[in-house]
């Protein structure tokens, strides 16, 4: 199986920063791509930003410009690096790759548990 495991959330004021990490480890014969989900209370998980092979990357309208996805390949590590906080960027975190466990074996996604990251006004 796969384990991804996040970091990096907590509590910050309004245009304040935050740096996420998540690391995969396990059963991993390749990942094609690594990225960040959120949701907040009451909200459907939403699409935050991607990073897949060849560093190509997509960011939700939202985040665009105040969010940077990047990724250490050889350590299995995806990172979301975010500034300029506001309220509304407070959620759950979650982190998520599309990979292999085998060659045989289609593509999967696999999650994280999350991480809180709270904005204060």
């Known amino acids: 199986q796969v384990r991804l495991v996040e970091s990096g959330g907590g509590l910050v004021q309004a245009g304040g920063s935050l740096r996420l990490s998540c690391v995969a480890s396990?059963?991993?014969?390749?990942?094609?791509?690594m990225g960040w989900y959120r949701q907040a209370p009451g909200n459907q998980r939403e699409f935050v930003a991607v990073?897949?092979?060849?560093?190509?990357?997509n960011y939700a309208d939202s985040v665009e410009g105040r969010f940077t996805i990047s990724r250490d390949n050889a350590k299995n590590t995806v990172y979301l690096q975010m500034n300029s906080l506001q309220p509304e960027d407070a959620a759950v975190y979650y982190c998520?790759?599309?990979?292999?466990?085998?060659?045989?074996?289609?593509?999967?996604?696999?999650w994280g548990q999350g991480t809180q990251v709270t904005v204060s006004s």
């Open positions: 998520y790759a599309r990979g292999r466990t085998s060659p045989s074996i289609g593509l999967a996604d696999f």
């Open positions: 396990g059963s991993i014969f390749s990942i094609n791509a």
């Open positions: 990073i897949a092979s060849g560093s190509i990357k």
